[in-house]
T-cell receptor, first 110, second 112 residues
Framework: QKEVEQDPGPLSVPEGAIVSLNCTYSNSAFQYFMWYRQYSRKGPELLMYTYSSGNKEDGRFTAQVDKSSKYISLFIRDSQPSDSATYLCAHNSGNTPLVFGKGTRLSVIA | DGGITQSPKYLFRKEGQNVTLSCEQNLNHDAMYWYRQDPGQGLRLIYYSQIVNDFQKGDIAEGYSVSREKKESFPLTVTSAQKNPTAFYLC???????????FGPGTRLTVT
């Protein structure tokens, strides 16, 4: 089985809040984990990419992977209205097609 | 400026007509992919190609066809056999050996 489960939301938070987005996966053979941000009517943009357990930080964004629990998370600190988008988690085993979650729609209210 | 281009951005067709969506990349990526996205659903894989002159069916290949004659190009044809073709179509390419895939801006196809 190669599914990725993701809470679809929508999630609405006030500006400045910490946002937590989560996914669970079932295929432990998949080693690469990604978060994409997709604005309405645009292509997904690669936000975070990791291939190991633990945390990876990039500015206000932190990606967390827990391979023992098959759980991946994206944290957004000091959220801004410009962060309002759909966030997609995905994983694969390298040069293979990505398996996507269905996306979580986030709204950050000013 | 490297990237993936898809054209056109919006496409309108009558039912029963075949239509071809363009995808070009200048990232020198070997692998290319086509996904379909419907409202409230994630991305579903239509076809992918790991190398020139070779491609594999994805989860929802019925009613679609592709070709991969050049490394840079991976056009998708939506045939009249596709029962519900109206959707947002996304092309992607990937760095060989890594998990990262990069997406084009998408083509929104409407069939009436």
């Amino acid at each position: 089985q190669k599914e990725v489960e993701q809470d679809p939301g929508p999630l609405s938070v006030p500006e400045g809040a910490i946002v937590s987005l989560n996914c669970t996966y079932s295929n432990s053979a998949f080693q690469y984990f990604m978060w994409y941000r997709q604005y309405s009517r645009k292509g997904p943009e690669l936000l975070m990419y990791t291939y190991s357990s633990g945390n990876k930080e990039d500015g206000r964004f932190t990606a967390q992977v827990d391979k023992s629990s098959k759980y991946i998370s994206l944290f957004i600190r000091d959220s801004q209205p410009s962060d309002s988008a759909t966030y997609l988690c995905a994983h694969n085993s390298g040069n293979t097609p990505l398996v996507f979650g269905k996306g979580t729609r986030l709204s950050v209210i000013a | 400026d490297g990237g993936i281009t898809q054209s056109p951005k919006y496409l309108f067709r009558k039912e029963g007509q075949n239509v071809t969506l363009s995808c070009e990349q200048n990232l020198n990526h070997d692998a290319m992919y086509w996904y379909r996205q419907d409202p409230g659903q994630g991305l579903r894989l239509i076809y992918y190609s790991q190398i020139v002159n070779d491609f594999q069916k994805g989860d929802i290949a019925e009613g679609y066809s592709v070709s991969r004659e050049k490394k840079e190009s991976f056009p998708l044809t939506v045939t009249s056999a596709q029962k519900n073709p109206t959707a947002f179509y996304l092309c992607a390419s990937s760095i060989p050996g890594s998990g990262e895939q990069y997406f084009g801006p998408g083509t929104r196809l409407t069939v009436t």
